[in-house]
């Protein structure tokens, strides 16, 4: 009688445990990764180009979606934004439907019109849409550029080696001073895709060539820092394609020795390239001993 029982006990704690391993299977199953539906491939940021015209439009899974059109020029780099739309959208049986809600490009966007698209093609970076008219449209995913403010439209930034140069002498009683600069430059904004210009090694001798002719009077307090940006901006953008919108100083330093310099340039050689002043500040110009 007593084996019995245990053999009912024993009986009933298997199942227990195949029950809870059962449980324990579905949840972790639940847990893994889940199919994409299409609902999700059409989530993110699509470009459609046509006639040096670019129309971008950012579906998010609110329901909601924003779009703008940029026009380039002849050289297809310089960007002339031309408004923005805005309004819902939903997928329905492979058709692609767009509601516009408000709109300044109605010739793109007309303000309540409601769009409809049919699906033809659909992963994760190529959309194939038939419109009403039967034109299609290939639409390419593109990465999102972020700038300052988390906005998306903005002016990426090539960050620079900092730069220490010997200020020109009026007379051979003049004392040695150097200049310190640590900046970046803010290119202006560019069309999707295209890639930034790197920075040639020409833009830093021309830019050392112009600093090292300024004189200690040129860069006496940070206004008149300032007032060179212009002109060094001129002497960099030849090889920067015509594209910096702006030359922004972080840091600087008028030095009056060698060993100041060095630790000027390691200072800011170290610094984070990532790292940016805050919107709308610049460095402090100081002059420093030895």
């Not at 029982?5 to 889940?34: H, S, T, Y």
């Not at 180009?49 to 439009?57: D, H, M, S």
């Not at 049986?93 to 019109?113: P, R």
Request: hydrophobic share 40%; proline share 3%.
């Amino acid at each position: 009688m007593e084996q019995q029982v245990k053999k009912v006990v024993l009986n009933r704690c298997a199942v227990v445990c195949a029950v809870m391993f059962m449980v324990l299977v579905g949840i972790a199953g639940c847990g893994g990764e889940r199919e994409k539906k299409d609902t999700d491939w059409v989530l993110g940021n699509w470009i459609l180009y046509k006639n040096r015209t670019y129309i971008l439009i950012a579906i998010n899974m609110k329901g909601t979606w924003t779009s703008s059109v940029k026009i380039a020029d002849v050289t297809s780099k310089i960007v002339d934004s031309k408004g923005t739309a805005r309004g819902t959208w939903h997928l329905d049986e492979g058709q692609l439907i767009f509601t516009v809600e408000a709109s300044d490009i109605e010739n793109v966007w007309e303000k309540n019109d409601t769009r409809f698209y049919k699906v033809l093609e659909l992963s994760d970076h190529l959309m194939v849409l038939e419109g009403e008219n039967g034109r299609k449209e290939e639409w390419k995913k593109t990465v999102h550029r972020k700038g300052k403010d988390g906005s998306g439209a903005v002016n990426p930034i090539v960050t620079m080696a900092p730069y220490a140069v010997n200020l020109d002498r009026h007379s051979s009683n003049t004392q040695d001073r150097y200049l310190c600069l640590s900046m970046h430059l803010e290119l202006m904004e560019l069309m999707p895709e295209q890639p930034a210009p790197q920075f040639h090694p020409r833009a830093r001798d021309a830019a050392i060539m112009y600093l090292s002719s300024l004189t200690y009077d040129d860069v006496s307090d940070f206004d008149r820092i300032k007032a060179q940006k212009e002109k060094v901006k001129d002497a960099l953008n030849p090889y920067m394609e015509g594209l910096i919108k702006d030359v922004v100083i972080d840091h600087v330093v008028i030095a009056v020795s060698a060993a100041k310099v060095e630790e000027f340039i390691i200072e800011h050689t170290a610094a984070s390239s990532n790292e940016e002043p805050p919107e709308g500040e610049e460095g402090e110009t100081s002059e420093e001993g030895a």
